[in-house]
């Protein structure tokens, strides 16, 4: 039975979201995206740098927003790890990191 919900739920096509605050791809082939899985969670994919710290990087629209705020560490480069905040209001913060890379691959959140 679980596995026939499972294999009738749809997976969405990644969305390319419009980088703010000086935020810019790493690189080509790390374009940052985001979309809900087949299990109605939000994942992210991809890496930015050149941004300014406690800032946007993106807005996720309501439809991918959290209920709550959550907050992930990531990796930066190095043996240095960043903060990334998901506002209920669809803000993607920087809260910490290296200029250099922020890695936002593996985020990942339920919608409930």
Known sequence: MIKRIIDQQTQEGWQT???L?????YTAESSVRYRKNQFGNVEFKGAVKDGNLNSSIFE??????PNTTKYWLVYTGGS??????????G???CVSYSSTLLALDGI?????
């Open 91 to 93: 803000s993607v913060l």
């Open 80 to 89: 240095v790890w960043g903060k990334i905040q998901i506002g209920s209001n």
């Open 17 to 19: 979201p419009t980088l």
């Open 21 to 25: 605050n000086g935020f810019t791809t």
């Open 108 to 112: 990942s959140f339920p919608l409930t």
């Open 60 to 65: 996720l629209p309501s439809a991918y927003r």
